[in-house]
């Protein structure tokens, strides 16, 4: 899951950058085939990944706790914020 979400935000910043250069080949050729994997990535790669991962998450009295999940990943996500606000 990881390779694939690092493979997700290398593809965003290689488009953006992209998206500042002026047209040509190769920038234009890079673009295409950029945004072709970008797609494949949303569309069919990351539903089958969330399909083999959705027995890993947590049901509590018949019912899904996704909120839990959800939480989990933003204070991991916020952790480096709040580490780096201490030491400036």
């Known amino acids: 899951m990881v390779f694939f979400f690092s ?3 290398a ?4 488009l953006g950058w992209i998206g500042g250069q002026p047209i040509e080949e190769p920038m234009y050729s890079v673009g ?3 945004s072709v994997f ?3 990535l949303i569309f069919l790669i990351f539903p089958i ?6 027995d890993d998450l ?17 204070t991991e996500m916020l952790r480096p914020l709040v580490v780096y606000g201490r030491i400036f």
Do not use: A, G, P
């Open 7 to 9: 493979f997700f935000i």
């Open 11 to 14: 593809n965003c910043l290689l």
């Open 32 to 34: 295409q085939y950029s």
């Open 38 to 40: 970008y797609f494949f």
């Open 49 to 54: 990944i969330n399909l083999l991962l959705s």
């Open 58 to 74: 947590k049901y509590y009295e018949d019912r899904l706790v996704w909120w839990q999940d959800v939480l989990f990943l933003v």
